[in-house]
Protein backbone atom coordinates (compact mmCIF):
# COMPACT_ATOMS: atom_id res chain seq x y z
CA UNK A 1 0.00 0.00 0.00
CA UNK A 2 1.30 3.11 -0.96
CA UNK A 3 2.04 5.84 1.97
CA UNK A 4 0.00 9.19 1.53
CA UNK A 5 3.16 10.66 0.47
CA UNK A 6 3.56 8.60 -2.60
CA UNK A 7 -0.03 9.33 -3.45
CA UNK A 8 0.09 13.05 -3.18
CA UNK A 9 3.81 13.49 -5.32
CA UNK A 10 3.87 11.63 -8.46
CA UNK A 11 7.13 9.89 -9.35
CA UNK A 12 9.35 12.09 -11.41
CA UNK A 13 11.90 8.86 -11.84
CA UNK A 14 9.73 5.85 -11.62
CA UNK A 15 11.94 2.65 -11.18
CA UNK A 16 11.53 -0.98 -11.43
CA UNK A 17 12.84 -2.96 -8.68
CA UNK A 18 13.47 -6.78 -9.00
CA UNK A 19 11.72 -9.07 -6.61
CA UNK A 20 15.05 -9.26 -4.48
CA UNK A 21 14.43 -5.87 -3.79
CA UNK A 22 13.76 -6.75 -0.38
CA UNK A 23 16.62 -7.97 0.93
CA UNK A 24 18.58 -4.24 0.00
CA UNK A 25 21.25 -3.77 2.41
CA UNK A 26 20.97 0.04 3.59
CA UNK A 27 24.28 -0.51 5.37
CA UNK A 28 26.33 -1.71 2.30
CA UNK A 29 27.06 0.20 -0.92
CA UNK A 30 25.02 0.35 -3.50
CA UNK A 31 25.90 -2.25 -6.26
CA UNK A 32 23.88 -0.12 -9.43
CA UNK A 33 21.44 2.58 -10.24
CA UNK A 34 18.44 0.44 -9.13
CA UNK A 35 19.79 -0.55 -5.48
CA UNK A 36 20.41 3.13 -4.37
CA UNK A 37 17.53 4.42 -5.56
CA UNK A 38 15.62 1.60 -3.58
CA UNK A 39 18.33 2.64 -0.56
CA UNK A 40 16.97 5.92 -0.78
CA UNK A 41 13.06 4.74 -0.54
CA UNK A 42 13.50 2.67 2.67
CA UNK A 43 15.66 5.09 4.28
CA UNK A 44 13.22 7.65 3.23
CA UNK A 45 10.35 5.11 4.80
CA UNK A 46 12.07 5.07 7.75
CA UNK A 47 11.43 8.68 8.74
CA UNK A 48 8.92 9.50 10.90
CA UNK A 49 6.38 11.72 9.41
CA UNK A 50 6.73 14.60 12.09
CA UNK A 51 10.68 15.46 13.80
CA UNK A 52 10.12 17.35 16.96
CA UNK A 53 13.21 18.92 18.33
CA UNK A 54 14.22 18.60 21.50
CA UNK A 55 15.65 22.03 22.76
CA UNK A 56 16.78 23.04 26.46
CA UNK A 57 15.20 26.47 27.48
CA UNK A 58 18.61 26.69 29.68
CA UNK A 59 20.58 27.38 26.62
CA UNK A 60 18.66 29.66 24.39
CA UNK A 61 19.65 33.59 24.44
CA UNK A 62 17.56 36.26 25.36
CA UNK A 63 17.04 38.04 22.49
CA UNK A 64 16.59 41.79 22.11
CA UNK A 65 15.62 44.05 19.35
CA UNK A 66 16.41 47.87 19.53
CA UNK A 67 13.74 50.23 18.16
CA UNK A 68 14.90 53.67 17.81
CA UNK A 69 11.82 56.16 18.69
CA UNK A 70 13.90 59.34 19.80
CA UNK A 71 12.36 62.42 18.74
CA UNK A 72 14.31 65.90 18.42
CA UNK A 73 15.87 67.58 20.82
CA UNK A 74 14.15 70.33 22.49
CA UNK A 75 14.18 73.88 21.35
CA UNK A 76 16.18 76.14 23.87
CA UNK A 77 14.61 78.92 25.25
CA UNK A 78 13.52 81.47 22.33
CA UNK A 79 14.47 79.14 20.02
CA UNK A 80 10.93 77.94 19.21
CA UNK A 81 9.14 79.44 16.67
CA UNK A 82 5.49 79.98 17.16
CA UNK A 83 2.60 77.78 15.89
CA UNK A 84 1.57 80.49 13.41
CA UNK A 85 5.09 80.73 11.56
CA UNK A 86 4.77 76.60 11.51
CA UNK A 87 1.45 77.08 9.61
CA UNK A 88 2.62 79.83 7.49
CA UNK A 89 5.79 77.99 6.85
CA UNK A 90 3.49 74.28 5.97
CA UNK A 91 0.97 76.74 3.85
CA UNK A 92 4.10 78.46 2.12
CA UNK A 93 5.08 75.02 1.36
CA UNK A 94 2.23 73.16 0.18
CA UNK A 95 2.40 76.44 -2.59
CA UNK A 96 5.72 75.60 -3.68
CA UNK A 97 4.94 72.10 -4.49
CA UNK A 98 1.83 72.53 -6.35
CA UNK A 99 3.37 74.90 -8.60
CA UNK A 100 5.83 72.14 -8.83
CA UNK A 101 3.55 69.65 -9.81
CA UNK A 102 1.61 72.12 -12.01
CA UNK A 103 4.38 73.04 -13.92
CA UNK A 104 7.24 70.20 -13.68
CA UNK A 105 6.68 69.04 -17.60
CA UNK A 106 7.44 72.23 -18.73
CA UNK A 107 10.38 72.88 -16.54
CA UNK A 108 11.76 69.41 -17.77
CA UNK A 109 11.85 69.92 -20.83
CA UNK A 110 14.15 73.28 -20.83
CA UNK A 111 17.40 72.73 -21.98
CA UNK A 112 20.15 73.38 -19.46
CA UNK A 113 23.37 74.78 -19.84
CA UNK A 114 26.42 73.30 -21.29
CA UNK A 115 28.17 72.98 -17.76
CA UNK A 116 25.49 71.53 -15.85
CA UNK A 117 26.09 67.54 -15.98
CA UNK A 118 23.93 66.18 -13.90
CA UNK A 119 25.83 62.91 -12.06
CA UNK A 120 25.23 58.94 -12.24
CA UNK A 121 22.09 58.15 -9.25
CA UNK A 122 25.06 56.07 -8.09
CA UNK A 123 27.46 58.53 -8.09
CA UNK A 124 27.41 59.69 -4.01
CA UNK A 125 30.74 61.55 -4.53
CA UNK A 126 29.36 63.44 -7.71
CA UNK A 127 26.13 64.43 -6.35
CA UNK A 128 28.21 66.38 -2.96
CA UNK A 129 30.12 68.33 -5.67
CA UNK A 130 27.24 69.13 -8.05
CA UNK A 131 24.61 70.06 -4.98
CA UNK A 132 27.49 71.74 -2.24
CA UNK A 133 30.15 72.65 -4.87
CA UNK A 134 33.63 71.95 -4.20
CA UNK A 135 34.42 74.59 -2.18
CA UNK A 136 32.50 72.82 0.54
CA UNK A 137 32.62 69.66 -0.57
CA UNK A 138 36.58 70.14 0.02
CA UNK A 139 36.42 71.96 3.37
CA UNK A 140 38.03 75.09 1.56
CA UNK A 141 35.54 77.23 2.63
CA UNK A 142 32.21 77.51 5.01
CA UNK A 143 30.40 79.48 2.26
CA UNK A 144 28.09 80.69 4.78
CA UNK A 145 26.89 83.56 2.84
CA UNK A 146 23.97 83.42 1.47
CA UNK A 147 24.38 85.23 -1.47
CA UNK A 148 21.76 85.02 -4.36
CA UNK A 149 22.85 82.69 -7.51
CA UNK A 150 25.04 84.94 -10.05
CA UNK A 151 25.11 83.63 -13.87
CA UNK A 152 29.15 84.55 -13.36
CA UNK A 153 29.78 82.66 -10.71
CA UNK A 154 30.98 78.89 -11.22
CA UNK A 155 28.76 76.97 -10.37
CA UNK A 156 31.34 73.54 -9.82
CA UNK A 157 32.90 75.49 -7.16
CA UNK A 158 29.83 76.81 -5.05
CA UNK A 159 27.68 74.25 -6.26
CA UNK A 160 24.52 74.23 -8.67
CA UNK A 161 21.46 75.61 -6.91
CA UNK A 162 18.04 73.49 -7.67
CA UNK A 163 16.74 75.16 -10.31
CA UNK A 164 13.47 74.11 -11.76
CA UNK A 165 14.90 72.79 -14.87
CA UNK A 166 16.69 70.80 -12.89
CA UNK A 167 14.96 69.25 -9.85
CA UNK A 168 12.05 69.18 -12.27
CA UNK A 169 14.55 65.94 -14.38
CA UNK A 170 14.35 64.18 -10.81
CA UNK A 171 12.20 60.85 -10.94
CA UNK A 172 11.52 59.79 -6.83
CA UNK A 173 14.07 57.26 -6.80
CA UNK A 174 16.66 60.08 -7.35
CA UNK A 175 14.86 62.71 -4.88
CA UNK A 176 15.00 60.03 -2.71
CA UNK A 177 19.00 58.98 -3.50
CA UNK A 178 20.35 62.36 -3.12
CA UNK A 179 18.46 63.16 -0.19
CA UNK A 180 20.08 60.53 1.82
CA UNK A 181 23.46 61.26 0.30
CA UNK A 182 23.15 65.06 1.54
CA UNK A 183 21.54 63.78 5.03
CA UNK A 184 24.63 61.55 5.59
CA UNK A 185 27.18 64.44 4.45
CA UNK A 186 24.87 66.22 7.28
CA UNK A 187 25.49 63.81 10.34
CA UNK A 188 28.96 64.77 10.38
CA UNK A 189 29.05 68.29 8.68
CA UNK A 190 27.54 71.64 9.95
CA UNK A 191 25.12 73.56 8.22
CA UNK A 192 25.52 75.68 4.99
CA UNK A 193 23.13 77.59 2.52
CA UNK A 194 23.69 75.27 -0.30
CA UNK A 195 22.58 72.07 1.62
CA UNK A 196 19.61 74.32 3.09
CA UNK A 197 18.32 74.81 -0.23
CA UNK A 198 18.80 72.00 -1.66
CA UNK A 199 16.91 69.62 1.40
CA UNK A 200 14.15 72.04 0.65
CA UNK A 201 13.77 71.46 -3.05
CA UNK A 202 13.92 67.67 -2.08
CA UNK A 203 11.54 67.88 0.29
CA UNK A 204 9.26 70.10 -2.19
CA UNK A 205 9.41 66.73 -4.51
CA UNK A 206 8.68 64.18 -2.36
CA UNK A 207 5.48 62.63 -3.09
CA UNK A 208 3.21 61.78 -0.55
CA UNK A 209 2.33 58.93 0.55
CA UNK A 210 5.77 58.10 2.16
CA UNK A 211 7.77 55.23 1.21
CA UNK A 212 9.51 53.69 4.21
CA UNK A 213 12.92 54.92 3.21
CA UNK A 214 11.55 58.45 3.05
CA UNK A 215 9.98 57.99 6.24
CA UNK A 216 13.57 57.53 7.80
CA UNK A 217 15.44 59.93 6.28
CA UNK A 218 13.26 63.08 7.01
CA UNK A 219 13.36 62.31 10.36
CA UNK A 220 16.95 61.87 10.39
CA UNK A 221 17.35 65.31 8.94
CA UNK A 222 14.82 66.51 11.51
CA UNK A 223 16.77 64.80 14.53
CA UNK A 224 19.89 66.70 13.14
CA UNK A 225 18.33 69.91 12.34
CA UNK A 226 17.57 69.93 16.32
CA UNK A 227 20.85 68.55 17.51
CA UNK A 228 22.67 71.16 15.80
CA UNK A 229 19.81 74.32 16.95
CA UNK A 230 20.53 73.62 20.29
CA UNK A 231 23.51 74.04 20.28
CA UNK A 232 23.67 77.50 19.04
CA UNK A 233 24.71 80.36 20.85
CA UNK A 234 22.04 83.14 20.11
CA UNK A 235 18.86 83.64 18.81
CA UNK A 236 20.25 86.03 15.67
CA UNK A 237 22.05 83.24 14.62
CA UNK A 238 21.75 83.32 11.00
CA UNK A 239 21.02 79.38 10.81
CA UNK A 240 18.38 79.39 13.12
CA UNK A 241 15.19 80.01 10.54
CA UNK A 242 16.25 77.72 8.14
CA UNK A 243 17.06 74.60 11.11
CA UNK A 244 13.56 75.70 12.15
CA UNK A 245 11.38 75.53 8.99
CA UNK A 246 13.14 72.18 8.53
CA UNK A 247 11.96 70.32 11.55
CA UNK A 248 8.51 72.49 10.54
CA UNK A 249 8.19 70.74 7.46
CA UNK A 250 9.21 67.06 8.53
CA UNK A 251 6.79 67.67 11.74
CA UNK A 252 4.00 69.43 10.12
CA UNK A 253 3.65 68.80 6.74
CA UNK A 254 4.61 65.51 6.46
CA UNK A 255 2.86 64.71 9.79
CA UNK A 256 5.97 63.55 11.65
CA UNK A 257 3.92 65.28 15.10
CA UNK A 258 6.38 63.28 17.54
CA UNK A 259 9.53 65.87 16.21
CA UNK A 260 7.49 69.10 16.00
CA UNK A 261 8.11 72.12 18.28
CA UNK A 262 5.69 72.72 20.61
CA UNK A 263 6.02 76.37 21.29
CA UNK A 264 4.92 77.96 25.44
Known sequence: MKSDVEELMPRLLPVEFGASTEDVNLNGPPRNPQEYLRQVQLEASM??????AQIDPKKLKKQTVNVSVAGCHAAPVGFC????WQQQQVSNFSDVRQRITKNREHWSSQTLDDNVLMPKLTDE????????????????????????????LDFKKVGFPPFLSIVSRLNQSTVLVVLEILNTWFEEREFVPQLGRWLYAL????????????????RQLARRCAQLRSSLQSEEDEKLPALNLLICLVARYFEQNDLADQPE
Open 125 to 152: EGWKRFCLGESVYLGTTSCNKDTEPDPA
Open 203 to 218: LACLEKPLLPEAHSSI
Open 47 to 52: CPDVVV
Open 81 to 84: PSLR
